[in-house]
């Protein structure tokens, strides 16, 4: 019969092992080379479709807003996975920049002419921005 502290560990074991299940895969490691969208070469079009705004917000365009993401493009051109690193403090603009980058191609980025893993900066300014009624 298994002594109380085998059982004690085996039940510590266990539960470190299924919390490690539930939490899903691990986040890819971003690539050290980090880019300008500037030195992207898209082949889809990157225009980001303006929501409109929430029902008790109106918009001002005294000011912009602008959303900053961090976007890791694989060796292939694909967006792997995009993050916004500055917020516009809207977050449907946010999600409307991050939904639009997701989405995007590009052209492999190459140095020396193999085609590497990049983060991409990139920056987003809509023209307005919501404001309180």
Not at 20 to 46: L, Q
Not at 71 to 84: E, S
Not at 92 to 119: C, E, K, S
């Amino acid at each position: 019969m298994p002594s109380t502290t085998f059982r004690v560990l085996a039940s510590l074991l266990l539960a470190a092992a299924l919390q490690g299940c539930a939490s899903g895969p691990p986040e890819p490691v971003w690539p050290d080379t980090i880019v300008s969208i500037d030195d992207m070469r898209p082949t889809t079009p990157w225009q980001v479709p303006v929501p409109p705004p929430e029902k008790d917000k109106v918009r001002d365009r005294s000011r912009n807003s602008v959303v900053v993401l961090q976007v890791f493009v694989g060796t292939d051109g694909a967006v792997v996975q995009a993050r916004v690193t500055e917020s516009s403090n809207n977050p449907v603009l946010d999600a409307a920049a991050l939904h639009t980058m997701r989405a995007l191609r590009f052209a492999p980025y190459r140095i020396a002419g193999v085609a590497q893993a990049v983060t991409v900066l990139a920056t987003t300014r809509f023209p307005f921005y919501d404001r309180d009624r």
